[in-house]
């Protein structure tokens, strides 16, 4: 396993090294379209809907960036990826912008050679298991069998976390979130472990969601991000604030709904250079004033982007909580827009 890993990380680096260089901007406007990584389906972050059109809130930040670079929100092809083929994807260049609950980890920045942009969601490993197994607390868990996808931070989080409280485990390996909760629901595995997030997008879909229970412990931080290549910084600024663009344009109280008539008429002097009326925001980083407008049209704000795929009116039910904006006591934060 250790030298599987090990090969891995050099096989990735090593695509990486060779597409370093590359002017991601150029090629994605001569292909007309961004090609963008993300799940092989997680409802609520990423998945086809049922005319076969992608949505969710990973989804909408892909959106965001062809329509701040391309003046078009569906001008994105989708390319499912797993745990396993999702840097590899990245890093040969089959896809320009990875959007995939993707945890920003140090050895993924420094030795896979990528760039996260940001944090677009604030998540920490749980387990979810049928109420009817009586279990209360992941310390009941000895001797469980474990759902886990391969190639992910939670499968090393889950070794650390029954070593720290010496009990065992077996692994049961699936690729892919779909895999996982078929493995679980019929009845391969006690418990499945991933992103609290991913969990409860995951029970939603079940028949019976009430049958299942996410237990307390919370046992990792998971910083998810979307990332790109490691040696295009101006791909990387690009991507970078058109997030910061969607997170500050919520805490500025810019919306889908009001932006038009914001356009022109704020007198706030970081809504006018966010919205392309003053400054030249749009020069700095190769694209016209109005990509911020664009990109905040497209899906609509950070929190309209939350509450409408996974927020506490959705099926997946999920509270602001850490992703809350830092004036109302979360983490979310855009740096300054001058």
Known sequence: MKKTVIFGALTVAGLAAGAAGAATLDDVKARGK???????????????????????????????????VLGDKNAVEFVPTTGKTRFTALASGEIDFLARNTTWTFSRDTDLKFDFIGVNYYDG????VPKALGVSSAKDLDGATVCIQTGTTTELNLADF???????????????????QQQYLAGACDTYTTD????????ATFETPGDHILLPEIISKEP?????????????????WVLNALIAAEELGVTSANIEEMTGNSNNPEIARLLGNEGTLGEMIGLDAEWAKRAIMAEGNYGEIFAKNIGEETPIGLARGLNAQWTDGGLLYAPPFR
């Open 34 to 68: 961004l090609n963008c990584g993300v799940t092989t389906g997680l409802a609520g972050f990423a998945a086809p809907n049922a005319n076969g059109e992608w949505e969710g809130f990973d989804v909408a930040v892909c959106r965001a960036v062809a329509a701040a």
């Open 125 to 128: 490993q749980g387990f979810m």
């Open 162 to 180: 029954f070593r720290k409280n010496n009990i065992s485990y077996e692994p049961v390996p699936v690729e892919t979130n779909a895999e996982g």
């Open 196 to 203: 609290a997030s991913g969990l409860a997008a995951t029970r």
């Open 224 to 240: 998810l991000g979307p990332l790109v290549r490691h040696g295009d910084n101006d791909w990387g600024d690009i991507t970078r």
